[in-house]
Structures are given as structure tokens and as C-alpha cells.
């Protein structure tokens, strides 16, 4: 049963292009909601989170955009470059005495020049 | 300061060989993950040490894997009788604690069994 639906599975942006990547959940509970970036032969490393309290949040080019209703996140990767061509993992962490993330099955995104 | 370290960074091995994978997270955080991630897959979760609690081993594929944590801080993964469906990266990750925001990850060990 897979918890965290993320798609697409793979994208192909031009430089300078928008990058979108979506994520659906079933659980409620869900309370926290990070976005991993993992490049080839390293482990993933968070790239930034948000919480249902609010419904987006910007670092730099990367904004999380957040419907609470329809039970969906997505990432926005703006201005892309060639150097975010990477896999990017969405994740889902409930409350109490379960927080292990619940993650996507990854989008592997390749930016060209 | 020092991140998550992995070792071996490779490992090949025979098909029916035990193998050890070691893990060293940050100082001071408690909470221990591992994961494994097959090629071109996502992160299956695998077991997960918070402080002096019981683990969490409900990831664990199979009865041929095995972890412990040692003084609240090192790690080894142990996979008996290793199957070529073994094969994958094993990441390894930590946190402050269960249920700090951010895990760090190690590079991680790639399995092949031959």
C-alpha cells in the first residue's frame, strides 16, 4: 500500500524552465511534509519541508505548494539548472508514537543546458 | 562537524555469505535509521532505534537481517545467507531524535551479491 504517491516517475526540464513534482497522501495524521534531494552515489539530503498550517513555502528557487483539501504537496523548482538534475523524494510523517517518514517512490529530474 | 559515515562503501560478496554494514551517525543524535534502495527505486524503510527503546524492525524484509546498536550510537546491519535480491544500496540515517524534523544521511554501502 503505498501511502505517498509522487509523480511523475522522471522529467526532462530545459534550463531556466519550471520543474513541478506532486505528491499525494491518504493519512490525516500527516503532519509534516519534506521534499529530499538526492544526487547520484551520495544519500538524499533534505531540501525543504512544510507543515499543513500553512499552504506554501519558498527557500530561493524551491517553493512547496500545499493543498490540506485535496491531500496533495508539490515541489516548484524554478529558474532550473542543470545542477538540480537529481532524484528528488517527497515524504509524509505522522504524529504520536509513529513518525517514521513515509516516502515516494522518487522523481528523477534532469535539467538540460 | 562530521555527517552520517557508511562502511564498507562497496561491498561484493558470494550468494549464501553473511555481511556486516556498519553505520556511524551523527554525535549526539539518537534516533538511528536504515534504509534500503534498490536501483532506480525509492527508500524502503527498514529498521529504526530511537534512544534506549525497543527498534522498530517492522521494515525488515526477512528473518536474514539483523541490526543492533551498540552504546546508543554505531550501528551494523547484519544480512545472513545473502540472496542476489539483496542487492542495493544500504543508506543509513540519523536525527536528533524520532521525532526531530530533519534525518542525515550517510553515502551509503552498495551491495552486490553475486
Known amino acids: 500500500q503505498q501511502q505517498v504517491k509522487q509523480s511523475p516517475q522522471s522529467l526532462i526540464v530545459q534550463k531556466g524552465g519550471i520543474s513541478i513534482i506532486n505528491c499525494a497522501y491518504e493519512?490525516?495524521?500527516?503532519?509534516?511534509f519534506p521534499w529530499y534531494q538526492q544526487f547520484p552515489g551520495k544519500g538524499p539530503a533534505l531540501l525543504i519541508a512544510i507543515r499543513p498550517d500553512v499552504s506554501e513555502k519558498k527557500e530561493g528557487r524551491f517553493t512547496i505548494s500545499f493543498n490540506k483539501s485535496a491531500k496533495q504537496f508539490s515541489l516548484h523548482i524554478m529558474d532550473s539548472q542543470p545542477g538540480d538534475s537529481a532524484t528528488y523524494f517527497c515524504a509524509a510523517r505522522g504524529h504520536g508514537n509513529n513518525r517514521k517518514l513515509i516516502w515516494g517512490l522518487g522523481t528523477s529530474l534532469a535539467v538540460n543546458p | 562537524g562530521a555527517g552520517v559515515s557508511q562502511s564498507p562503501s562497496n561491498k561484493v560478496t558470494e550468494k549464501g555469505k553473511d555481511v556486516e554494514l556498519r553505520c556511524d551517525p551523527i554525535s549526539g543524535h539518537t534516533a538511528l535509521y536504515w534504509y534500503r534502495q534498490s536501483l532506480g527505486q525509492g527508500l524502503e524503510f527498514l529498521i529504526y532505534?530511537?534512544?534506549?527503546?525497543?527498534?522498530?524492525k517492522s521494515g525488515l524484509p526477512s528473518d536474514r537481517f539483523s541490526a543492533e546498536r551498540t552504546g546508543g550510537s554505531v550501528s551494523t546491519l547484519t544480512i545472513q545467507r545473502t540472496q542476489q535480491e539483496d542487492s542495493a544500496v544500504y543508506l543509513c540515517a540519523s536525527s536528533l531524535w524520532g521525532g526531530s524534523d530533519t534525518q542525515y544521511f550517510g553515502p551509503g554501502t552498495r551491495l552486490t551479491v553475486l
Open positions: 532505534f530511537q534512544g534506549n527503546s525497543a527498534p522498530d
Open positions: 493519512n490525516t495524521a500527516f503532519d509534516y
